[in-house]
C-alpha cells in the first residue's frame, strides 16, 4: 500500500467556486503534514503545513484527520492563478523523509 | 541568491555514462535532500543529509547512484552507468534542520531535467 494516496483528478472548476482535496496516508505514526503546490515544469512549493488543530490562510483551509488518517485542503473563490498540482506531504515519526503523493491537478477554468 | 539552486537545468547523456548534479541550499539549512519525480508522479525521496553525513539514503534505488555533501553545505548526485530509467526530474530540498518540530519545512530547488539517450 503506498504511503500516501492522493485522487490525480483532474478537477476542472469555475472561477469562484470551493474545491476540496483530500489525501489518506497509510502510517498511523506520521507525525508532520504539509500541502504543496506544483506548477507545471516548476519545483514543489510549500503551500501550508497542517496541524491537528486545523488552519486557514486566506482562501485556503488544511485539515488534518488522526483517527481516519486524512489530510484535506479546501481552496475557497477559486482564482484562475490556483490551477497548478496540490501535493499532500507526509512524515514518519523522524521528520526526515517526505512522502509526497502523487498530487491532484487542478484547472480553474474562466 | 535567496533560494535553493541545482546545476545544470537539463542534462542530456548516453547510456552507460557518468553524471553529476549539483545542489546549493538555502544558507544556514542543514539538512539537504535529494528526490526524484518521473512524469504524473509525486517526488520519490533518495537520500537526506544531516551536515556532511548521510543520516538515510535508504531511497537510492541501486548502488549506482551515490551522494556526497563533503563539508556540508553543496551537495552532488552522481550516478553511474546511467539507464534509460534514470531520466526524470532530480529535486533537491534543503530545511533549517530536521525533526518534527518547527522548522522542517523543506524547501525545493528547480530541478535538473536528465535524459539518459
Known amino acids: 500500500r503506498k504511503e500516501v494516496e492522493q485522487d490525480p483528478g483532474p478537477f476542472n472548476v469555475p472561477e469562484g467556486a470551493t474545491v476540496a482535496f483530500n489525501c489518506t496516508y497509510s502510517?498511523?505514526?506520521?507525525?508532520?503534514f504539509f500541502w504543496y503546490r506544483q506548477d507545471c515544469r516548476k519545483e514543489p512549493k510549500l503551500l501550508m503545513s497542517?496541524?491537528?488543530s486545523g488552519n486557514e490562510d486566506g482562501r485556503f483551509t488544511a485539515q488534518l484527520n488522526r483517527a481516519s488518517q486524512y489530510i484535506s485542503l479546501l481552496i475557497r473563490d477559486s482564482k484562475l492563478s490556483d490551477s497548478a498540482t496540490y501535493l499532500c506531504?507526509?512524515?514518519?515519526?523522524?521528520?526526515?523523509?517526505?512522502?509526497f503523493g502523487t498530487g491532484t491537478s487542478l484547472t480553474v477554468i474562466p | 541568491g535567496a533560494g535553493v539552486s541545482q546545476t545544470p537545468s537539463n542534462k542530456v547523456t548516453e547510456k552507460g555514462k557518468y553524471v553529476e548534479l549539483r545542489c546549493d541550499p538555502i544558507?544556514?539549512?542543514?539538512?539537504l535532500y535529494w528526490y526524484r519525480q518521473s512524469l504524473g508522479q509525486g517526488p520519490e525521496f533518495l537520500i537526506y543529509?544531516?551536515?556532511?553525513?548521510?543520516?538515510?539514503d535508504s531511497g537510492l534505488p541501486n548502488d549506482r547512484f551515490f551522494a556526497v555533501r563533503p563539508e556540508g553545505s553543496v551537495s552532488t548526485l552522481k550516478i553511474q552507468r546511467t539507464e534509460r530509467g534514470d531520466s526524470a526530474v532530480y529535486l533537491c530540498?534543503?530545511?533549517?534542520?530536521?525533526?518534527?518540530?518547527?522548522?522542517?519545512?523543506?524547501?525545493f530547488g528547480p530541478g535538473t531535467r536528465l535524459t539518459v539517450l
Open positions: 544558507s544556514g539549512h542543514t539538512a
Open positions: 543529509f544531516q551536515g556532511t553525513g548521510a543520516a538515510d
Open positions: 497542517v496541524y491537528s
Open positions: 530540498a534543503s530545511s533549517l534542520h530536521s525533526g518534527t518540530s518547527g522548522g522542517n519545512e523543506q524547501f
Open positions: 506531504v507526509v512524515t514518519r515519526w523522524t521528520g526526515n523523509q517526505f512522502y
Open positions: 502510517n498511523s505514526a506520521s507525525q508532520s
